[in-house]
Structures are given as C-alpha cells and as structure tokens.
C-alpha cells in the first residue's frame, strides 16, 4: 500500500456539469498520474506532474485539466464532462527521483458515470 | 508509435498447472522497463513483476516469471502453480527511457478453474 487514496470513489453527474476527482498521497513522492481505464484500452494516461505546479499532457488530455498546489494533492478537472468521460479514473505515483525507472503505484480508482 | 499488445483477450488454467501470457511491444528505444500488474474484481491495480531492458536475466518472483526476449519485443508471464487468487486482470506495461510515461496493453482475463 502506497498510501493513496481517491475521492470520491463514485460519482454519477449529468453532462455539462465540472466534475473534480482528488487524489492524496501521503509519502511526497514526486511524480504523480492520472490514467482512465476503458474496456479494450486498458489504461491510458491522461496527464502526470513531476512537482508542484508542474505538469504535462499524457495521451488522452483533450477535456481534462489537472493542478497541483502540494505536493500531496493531484487534481482532475472535467470542465464540462460528457458522456465519452464515462470511465473508471486510476491515480498513481512513482517512488523514484527519474519517472522512468520506477514502477508506479496505484490508487483504488473512482469510478465516474456521465448521465 | 509506441504500443503494447496482448494478443490473448481470455484465458483459463485448471488449478495448480501453468500458465503463459503473452505480451508484445514496439518501440525504437533501447533502453526501458516492462511491468506486468495483476487487477483482481476488486480493481486495485497491483504491480507483479518488474524487468529492465537492460537486463539479460529473466525477472522471477515467487510463482511469477517473465520471459524477456528484446530482439523479438516480447514479453511474456509465466505463472507456476495457479491458484484461485490469480483470478484477475493482467496488463502488460512500459516505459520508454525518454518519456517516463507508462505504456499498457489492452489486458488478458485470466481464470483459473477449481
């Protein structure tokens, strides 16, 4: 157990409406990540940050936002979600000072249905 | 583009034999790490077996063995003994050196059968 947790772990909104999923670390590992599992895809990421205030895009960023103030604290924004954001959502860290070389460790996912 | 493959959508193995999944990936970098995590009902993703490209030896842990063959960019689990707890998900992953961004297959359900 890596010490991460998710919040909340389920949450049903209506399309159009922003939606804030929050992930919480409690070891001040470096790197963080945000991935959406979909059946046939596996996981994908969809942005990571190396830091605070320190962020990039991952493969399927388009409609998502995500902010860092502390080190402890990752935030996923869906500006205005839709029905294609249903998903299962994945935080994860990486113990390691280079994010290549380490695995990552998962949190319990939350799983966001968009009516 | 840099991709990952499991061939295998579903498979099943009685209880206590041996079971191999495969994994295959492209990529034009030389050096990175592979992974496979296991994600039973419950939907944690729990990491399995880690290996580095680098490395010629074959990871093994416990009941769980790879075998890495880099010029053919595969990357295939081996797990000994199944158990009834080995019921789950299984993904292969990596990791190009120059991105650090993690790279999955599409997943292999694995039942094991009493």
């Known amino acids: 157990d890596a010490g991460i947790t998710q919040s909340p772990r389920h949450k049903v909104t209506e399309t159009g409406t922003p939606v804030t999923l929050r992930c919480h670390q409690t070891e001040n590992h470096r790197y963080m990540y945000w991935y959406r599992q979909d059946p046939g895809h596996g996981l994908r990421l969809i942005h990571y940050?190396?830091?605070?205030?320190?962020?990039d895009k991952g493969e399927v960023s388009d409609g998502y936002s995500v902010s860092r103030s502390k080190t402890e604290d990752f935030l996923l924004t869906l500006e205005s979600a839709t029905s294609s954001q249903t998903s299962v959502y994945f935080c994860?860290?990486?113990?390691?000072?280079?994010?290549?070389?380490?695995?990552?460790?998962f949190g319990p996912g939350t799983r966001l249905t968009v009516t | 583009a840099q991709t990952v493959t499991q061939s295998q959508p579903e498979m099943s193995v009685q209880e206590a034999e041996t079971v191999t999944l495969s994994c295959t990936y492209d990529?034009?970098?030389?050096?990175?790490?592979l992974f496979w995590y296991k994600q039973p009902p419950s939907r944690q993703m729990i990491l399995v077996i880690r290996q580095e490209a680098y490395k010629q030896q074959n990871a093994t842990e416990n009941r769980f063995s790879v075998n890495f063959q880099k010029a053919a960019k595969s990357f295939s689990l081996k797990i000994s003994d199944s158990q009834l707890g080995d019921t789950a998900m299984y993904f292969c992953a990596f990791i190009p050196s120059n991105t650090g961004k993690l790279i999955f297959g599409q997943g292999t359900t694995l039942q094991v059968k009493p």
């Open positions: 994860a860290i990486s113990e390691g000072a280079e994010a290549s070389s380490y695995e990552q460790y």
């Open positions: 990529t034009s970098e030389s050096n990175y790490y």
């Open positions: 940050s190396y830091g605070v205030k320190d962020t």
